[in-house]
């Protein structure tokens, strides 16, 4: 059974995420989307339950996707899992640096993990969680970068932020 990783913070997922969660589940048996914690993330919006939640209601069409998370080590995580395959998604020449490098890291840890990239979709070349947080927070349109779920509990978070 060919299974892969998609790991990631979705904090919370976009239509940049799903694109690639969609493109690369075609490809194998089963895709497992994970949210890790980030340690380089400092400020989060959503819990990890919330993200489970919003990745669960947006990716409920696709049969072969399981949620779940980890907070630890991706290549422990992956052998639990019986899996050697990675998927992440690549945007702009910035992402690159800092893939490229997470990369060639999880390989040096072990040498059957590999990684796949996704070039983004064109129309989401732009789009990030870090942006859609930013932009939400000033009450600016985030219909076109989410699914309807995730801006609903955007909104009902940010209510209780600002309160
Ligand atoms: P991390 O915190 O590990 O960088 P993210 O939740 O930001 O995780 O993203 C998970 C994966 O999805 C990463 O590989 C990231 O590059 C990719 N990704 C995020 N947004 C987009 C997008 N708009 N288009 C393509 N890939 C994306």
Redesign the pocket.
Known sequence: MKIAI??????PV????L??IKRSAVLVDKLIVTV?V?PS?KASLFSIEERLDMLRETTKDIPNVEVDTSTGLLNVYAASKNCHLII????AFS?FE??FQRALMIKKIDPTLETAF?M??GR??????TGVRELAYFNGDVSQMVPPYVEAMIEKKLKLLKK
């Open positions: 998609c790991p990631g913070s979705y904090d976009t239509y940049g995420h694109d690639i890790f980030n993330k992440r998604g690549l945007r992402d800092y893939e996704f983004t979709d989401y070349s732009y789009l990030s969680s």
